[in-house]
């Protein structure tokens, strides 16, 4: 795919937060290196891994690595990976550490439909999808792309509130509070896959407090926003509008990301 003018003097900051999954960690940082031919830089924030994991990441030379004593999970652990960003750093990808990059214009595609309208302000290939009004959802967190200037208006991730499950959510619904929407690439091409949950099959993990779900009515409306549950019948009509909803590419954002423009 050719470089467009969103591709130059672009630098992205690629945060992963690992817990032990040693295999899955080789593959995703291997595939990171291999395909993001971007200029950009690797940050990893471990969370009190086992020797193997922590062992193998510090022999790593080419990523800036955080090493914490304690598990502080998912939420947290991504808000110490985006404060540690390079100052140059123009956007944010909050990666988990069980996908695998499988296309070498996977960051290009992601920049070129971020940055072909100042009202996107989040991307990602997975959708967490809600009949919620206004959000009808948001990106999955385990492949999500973000301006860095959105994180300096909106704030961080709320590990408090979401340790493990509903940052995403949560940072989605605070941006759309401020006028950005999110949007989805499309399937085809695939551009990342994931191993789902490989970091969760460990034991060790906190599991009554952590992975316990939310309320995710409630989770919008703290955002800030006038949310309510859409009946299936009344979304199933909104589906059918034209532009909606609003997450999905228009004809134009589609071939932006399938490199046609």
Known sequence: MPDSPSEQNNKIAIVIVTYNALEFVKICLDSVRRYSTMTHEIIVVDNASEPPTRDYLKQQSDLRLILNEQNQLWCAGCNQGIQAVSE????VLLLNSDMEVRRADWLQRMVNVLESSPRIGIIGTFPAPLRIWPLFGSVDGQ????RKSLFDEIGLMNAEKYPWNGGDLDLTARAFKKGYIYKLLPPEPELVIHYRGMSRRRKKVQKVETHKDYDRLQAVRNAGLCAFRMPRFLWEIYKRLPGKPFYKL????LRIARGKI
């Open 88 to 91: 140059d750093a123009t956007h």
């Open 143 to 146: 492949c999500l792309m973000a």
């Open 250 to 253: 228009t004809s134009k954002e």
